[in-house]
């Protein structure tokens, strides 16, 4: 069985298409979908009408998950937000609620959007001095809970990757789909980058000498993602979306 798994959509709905039909060209099994789908100033209720209409297992990230938690004072600071929100409407909203934190998509498949603990978490890099670097092979199984399954699935920071821990398990970030870099401060000024505008996914297939992973960076219409960058005044996504880099720190 062939399962694609895409991530981190953030509103981007030019890229999700293109992702989408290269998932059928390669004949996917199932699409996984690990969080952070609706959140980001480009099309959240296109990118909503996309994604339920295909048959695709979604599961809840920390963008996501700030739209149905957000209070008054939060939406009256973050125009982002009082966009996505008044473009989704309540019915959107509302089916984020009923997303699951993580998901065991198969006895050997395991999907969280973060961490199997935290969804704010980078499962994989440690950025603590402001630069992206893979967490040691103890530090990642600490991380991972007692979580046994054979491969772990995750996003949140957009960086695809794909790591072997000591325990034979595979941990596989998917990338994403939408925004191929950006720039936190959270909990120090850090960016996470691609350095190419491309949409990324993954394709994941168990073959008899093990597990087949495929990232695949897909070409798409960026201008149009950057148009609608542009009309939200986010000139910070305009860089993110068109170069994959974050901004400079």
Not at 123 to 133: H, P, Y
Not at 148 to 166: A, F, K, N, Q, Y
Not at 201 to 215: A, I, N, P, R
């Amino acid at each position: 069985m062939k399962f694609a798994i895409i991530s981190d959509i953030h509103s981007n709905v030019f890229a999700l298409e293109a992702v989408l039909n290269d998932i059928l060209a390669h004949g996917a099994d199932h699409i996984v979908n690990l969080g952070d789908t609706l959140y980001g100033p480009l099309a959240p209720r296109a990118t909503y009408e996309l994604i339920t209409a295909c048959n695709v297992t979604s599961i809840c990230g920390n963008q996501d998950r700030l739209l149905y938690e957000a209070t008054p004072e939060e939406i009256a600071k973050n125009p982002t937000l009082q966009f996505v929100l008044n473009d989704l409407g309540e019915a959107p909203v509302e089916w984020l609620d009923t997303l699951g934190f993580d998901c065991q998509i198969t006895r050997e498949i395991y999907a969280c959007h973060g961490s199997p603990t935290n969804d704010l978490t980078y499962l994989l890099e440690d950025i603590s001095n402001g630069k992206n670097q893979v967490r040691s092979d103890d530090e990642i199984l600490r991380m991972l809970d007692g979580e046994d399954s054979e491969v772990i699935l995750c996003g949140h920071t957009h960086v695809p990757r794909v790591v072997e821990l000591s325990s034979g398990q595979l941990i596989v970030n998917a990338g994403s789909v939408g925004l191929p870099a950006y720039t936190d401060n959270h909990p120090v000024v850090h960016s996470m980058q691609t350095y190419s505008s491309h949409a990324s996914y993954t394709m994941l297939e168990q073959l008899s000498e093990g597990w087949k992973v495929q990232q695949m960076n897909i070409p798409y219409a960026v201008e149009d993602a950057v148009a609608a960058a542009i009309r939200q005044e986010r000139f910070d996504w305009v860089r993110y979306l068109a170069t994959g880099r974050g901004d400079n720190v």
